[in-house]
T-cell receptor, first 117, second 111 residues
């Protein structure tokens, strides 16, 4: 079946502009995660959605970052007033559930490379 | 102290040898443990998952978990140049709602 898809694959924007990044999870996966990976660094958790529960926003670095998940499927990560330090690869992942042997295995999309000039 | 720690490497191994990667974690209540492989410019792909103490083998890969000592390791047998990548250790903590990743270990397999 289809994996996690993300769009756009690359985004170049000017400092101060807003950007929207999209994630389509694997069909049937109730949990969706956003991570950020700066050049040569590990993955930084941003936000997590599980079904209809309130999202875990504990990883969002500032109030310029927000995300929503419509209809329990597609998610959009929005960065307002982008800064150069926002440049990174933004990765989305999905899993069947948030916990439980095997069900919490996360599968990653190809990522969106964001460059803020 | 980071929640999940890995040696950043690079870990250089000759082709055909065993590569041994280690990872320690701080949340004693952690339930699930994963190893991901990430090629340069690509997204992480799952190599192994392990949930119980002991060894779990899948092809050339063996994951080892010791919850008492709070470490998880990955062995790559008969290493191939195609195994050259960054290996990420990830832990699903007691809260069970997100993975915490280590910084990754870069592995170089030399022909």
């Amino acid at each position: 079946g289809a994996g996690v898809s993300q769009s756009p694959s690359n985004k170049v924007t000017e400092k101060g502009k807003d950007v929207e990044l999209r994630c389509d999870p694997i069909s049937g996966h109730t949990a969706l995660y956003w991570y950020r990976q700066s050049l040569g660094q590990g993955l930084e958790f941003l936000i997590y959605f599980q079904g209809n529960s309130a999202p875990d926003k504990s990883g969002l670095p500032s109030d310029r970052f927000s995300a929503e998940r419509t209809g329990g499927s597609v998610s959009t990560l929005t960065i307002q007033r982008t800064q150069q330090e926002d440049s990174a690869v933004y990765l989305c992942a999905s899993s069947l559930a948030s916990s439980g042997g095997g069900a919490d295995t996360q599968y990653f999309g190809p990522g969106t490379r964001l460059t803020v000039l | 102290q980071k929640e999940v720690e890995q040696n950043s490497g690079p870990l250089s191994v000759p082709e055909g040898a065993i590569a041994s990667l280690n990872c320690t974690y701080s949340d004693r209540g952690s339930q699930s443990f994963f190893w991901y492989r990430q090629y340069s410019g690509k997204s992480p792909e799952l190599i192994m998952s392990i949930y119980s103490n002991g060894d779990k083998e899948d092809g050339r890969f063996t994951a080892q978990l010791n919850k008492a000592s709070q470490y998880v390791s990955l062995l790559i047998r008969d290493s191939q140049p195609s195994d050259s990548a960054t290996y990420l250790c990830a832990v699903n903590g007691a809260a069970g709602n997100k993975l915490t990743f280590g910084g990754g270990t870069r592995v170089l397999v030399k022909p």
